[in-house]
């Protein structure tokens, strides 16, 4: 179990996390060079677990890490590591040592390695790979880079339709190459075209006299090679396939997903609307250098000034309005704050439901719909509240029914706007997770200073 980093106390929910005292041995072993220490520390570390500790220590600390542990380096870290930071570990090891990691790794797994480093290190990569398994990742490069050929491995077990269990299990039994974990065995027919595909679970419990087409699964599906691989990890989690085979143009057998790549693509896709959401950039990383992660805010920043300057150009129309009565400086940041607030929320409900492909043209107009019913009833629960807050505050029934009609006026729209922009730059063939902030930031701004400030002029002037 690990510790809390304020109190120092175990947390039930860090279990599979490491523990301060296990990373700053590791850290103290590496700056002391005790090779033997530091292995016996690593030995026990998954590789996953890792990766992560690389990717938390300061520059130098993982410098030392992999100088001193470098002639031991399992090439299943350099799967798990983070990109911002991969091109440093892979600079950092010998070239014998990469070559020897590299080796032992499915296509699938290579292909995600060295898709994003520069031509040098892709190469020295390569170098590392047998001729055969080198053809086979420079085939999978070629594909376009969120393709199912991109993310297939070529590595899979395939047998003719026609077999019984007991042939298959012979087959298995004679290889010596078999994948390091597969699920299925395809089966396919004389083109090599797969037909079906039989779980090692029902080769295991079926006699050896049992026809392979017999016991196939319903959930049988083939996947295009160029197909996009969001779409492909769409299809894992809507029919649970578990692996899936890829075909080419002319539906040949090419490769295999498993489900391991299409849940990494979903988390992948899921991190980068949340951080698009958020304006800090698809790629950001809390390995990431200041310069770096400034580029990647700093244009959003800038969006979110023009924004800012548009809300004040409506405030400074009302401006001896304002003048006049001061309590409308205190109170229209309330309207704009709960608006920009509602509409973050219906934004996120539906920039998720079009990544899931929950919202469709079926159901588009029922979501929009509930989103306003939702806007119009929170509004006029919260326009009770700040009523009340109004009169009670500065004494005045008029004051406190401007800010409660504008507060139900700015809800409605930031529930319309938090859904229909979206799904309006969905249409348009714009990512909605990295355009509709703005948009629906700008919108409830408007409108809640317009609404109020209007009103007010109107009731109260």
């Known amino acids: 179990m690990a510790q809390d980093l304020a109190t120092g106390e175990t947390r039930e929910d860090d279990r599979y996390e490491l523990d301060k005292s296990t990373v700053r041995a590791i850290v103290e072993a590496a700056e002391a060079g005790d090779a033997a220490q530091l292995s016996e ?40 590591i983070d990109e911002s930071i991969r091109e440093e570990v892979i600079e950092a090891l010998e070239p014998g040592v990469l070559e020897d990691a590299v080796r032992d790794l499915e296509s699938d797994d290579v292909v995600d390695l060295i898709e994003d480093l520069d031509d040098a290190q892709q190469e020295t990569i390569l170098d590392a790979l047998e001729d055969d ?23 899979l077990v395939a047998g003719p339709e026609h077999w019984t269990v007991g042939d298959a299990i012979d087959y298995l039994r004679a290889r010596d190459d078999l994948p390091e974990d597969f699920y299925h065995m395809i089966l396919v027919d004389l083109a090599f075209k797969p037909t079906g595909y039989v779980t090692l679970g029902k080769l295991l419990g079926h006699k050896r006299e049992e026809k392979l087409l017999d016991i196939t699964e319903d959930s049988f599906k083939t996947i295009e090679v160029t197909e996009d691989e969001g779409e492909v990890a769409y299809a894992f989690n809507q029919y649970h396939l578990i692996s899936a085979p890829v075909v080419d143009h002319n539906g040949r057998l090419v490769g295999v997903i498993t489900i391991d790549d299409a849940m990494m693509v979903l988390e992948d896709e899921a991190e980068e609307d949340m951080l698009r959401l958020a304006g800090v ?48 400086a205190v109170l229209m940041p309330i309207v704009a704050s709960m608006g920009g607030n509602a509409g973050t929320q219906s934004l996120t409900v539906a920039v998720r439901a079009i990544a899931t492909k929950d919202l469709t043209g079926s159901n588009v107009w029922r979501v929009i719909r509930r989103e306003a019913l939702v806007g119009l009833v929170n509004g006029v629960l919260f326009a009770l509240v700040m009523g009340a807050v109004g009169y009670v505050w500065f004494g005045s029934f008029a004051l406190a029914g401007v800010i409660a009609i504008a507060m139900v006026i700015n809800l409605v729209v930031a529930g319309l706007a938090g859904a229909v922009i979206p799904v309006a730059l969905d249409r348009m063939r714009i990512d909605p997770a990295l355009a509709s902030g703005a948009f629906v930031t700008t919108v409830t701004d408007v409108v809640g200073f317009l609404a109020f400030l209007g009103l007010a002029v109107l009731v109260l002037l």
């Open 281 to 328: 950039g698809e790629e950001s990383s809390l390995a990431d250098r200041v310069i770096a992660t400034t580029k990647r805010r700093f244009p959003w920043l800038a969006v979110n000034l023009v924004t800012a300057v548009l809300a004040s150009l409506v405030i400074a129309v009302f401006e001896d309005a304002i003048a006049q009565l001061v309590a409308l």
């Open 41 to 80: 520390l690593i030995e026990p570390v998954h590789a996953a677990d890792f990766a992560d500790l690389l990717e938390q220590v300061e520059t130098d600390e993982r410098e030392a890490i992999l100088r001193v542990y470098g002639t031991e380096f399992d090439g299943e870290i350099l799967t798990e």
């Open 133 to 155: 398994d080198r053809a086979v990742v420079e085939q999978a490069l070629a594909y376009p880079e969120t393709s199912a050929g991109r993310l297939m491995q070529r590595e």
